[in-house]
């Protein structure tokens, strides 16, 4: 299973993601989105939530 990820160098802090797939992904303190439960919501959501990161933050790893 492909385990979400995201750069925390690349993040701006939109919290798009963390409203599209709010299982998967939260904000942490320091202001970027950080995955909680890499399989919280469906592949297809966690997919959605990928293609609206306007800066391509968020990839998949295989597990
Ligand atoms: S959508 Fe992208 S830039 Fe916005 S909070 Fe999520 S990872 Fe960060």
Do not use: H, R, W
């Not at 492909?2 to 802090?13: N, R």
């Not at 797939?21 to 297809?44: C, K, R």
Request: proline share 6%; with cysteine; charged share 25%.
């Amino acid at each position: 299973m492909a385990i979400p990820y995201v750069d925390p160098d690349i993040c701006t802090g939109c919290e798009l993601c963390t409203q599209v797939a709010e299982n998967t992904f939260v904000m942490n303190d320091d202001g970027v989105a950080e995955v909680i439960t890499p399989a919280g919501d469906s592949e297809e959501t966690i997919q959605e939530a990928i293609d609206s990161c306007p800066v391509e933050a968020i990839s998949l790893k295989e597990d």
